[in-house]
């Protein structure tokens, strides 16, 4: 009987959401200027893909934030505690901001899986702003003052600093994951997707761009186009353990050529990266 049951919900789910369908998730993100343009362009993406029961849980964006601040804010303003509290929410996002280890993380994580256990927590590794990190006492401070310094930043400068912001939240994630015994809370490398992206450029391969500095805004380092379509991509490879190839972001600054080079350096790097998940 059981077996005759299981064999009947097979059948339904297949029935109910196709063959080849993807069961979608419940997605509520919280972050910065960094992260907080994700959303909107991985809803439109899903539509160009078999996810079926898809839903925009919420977000909760917060400039300049570290994921404390997310935590600390007004139970009457606090839209992510509230989805977490509900139950509602399957994957949860929150963005790093050179706070590390970060509490925020800790805390949202401890309530997540109190209210659903079998929730997914994604801590997005970002870009430096500022393209480096904050000088040693005593040490030259090389972080960009203007964006088109950007030009003459070294890539294995900025992939030292990434790896050396990246290692301090592998620890916290690390510790959390022990401490509530499974594999729950995942990073997503977009900052090694992007210095990816700024050495093809350097080398004269990525179609379009030039300069480093044409990638950004400011000297903060608030992407353009490319940058955010890349953000993106390599957000929902975490989310959906799906490669993004051939599901565009709707950013009409990007031409077809440059979104299928985004979206195949943002799977090879969430892909080949143990700890966001990906397999």
Known sequence: MIRFLAV?????LSCAFGADAVPGKRVFYTGHSFHMFVPGMIEAMV??????????AGQQGIGGSKVIQHWDLADDKNV????L????????TMASHLLSPDEGITNFVKLGLEHNPNMRFLVQASWYPFDLSAPEPGQPDRR???????DNVKIADLQAAIDGWRTKIEAQVAGLNQQHGKTCVFIVPVGDAVVKL??????????GITKQSALFRDPIGHGQGHI???AAYCNFAAIYRMSPVGHTAPERSINAEQHAILQQIAWDTVSKYPQAGVK
């Open 144 to 150: 960009i003052k203007d964006n088109t310094q950007r």
């Open 228 to 230: 955010m379509a890349l």
């Open 80 to 83: 992510a505690k509230k989805a």
């Open 8 to 12: 009947c919900l097979t059948a339904s």
């Open 47 to 56: 539509k160009t893909t078999d996810i079926q029961g898809h839903k925009l």
């Open 198 to 207: 700024r050495a093809m450029v350097v080398a004269g391969e990525f179609p």
């Open 85 to 92: 509290i509900g139950g509602e929410v399957d994957v949860f």
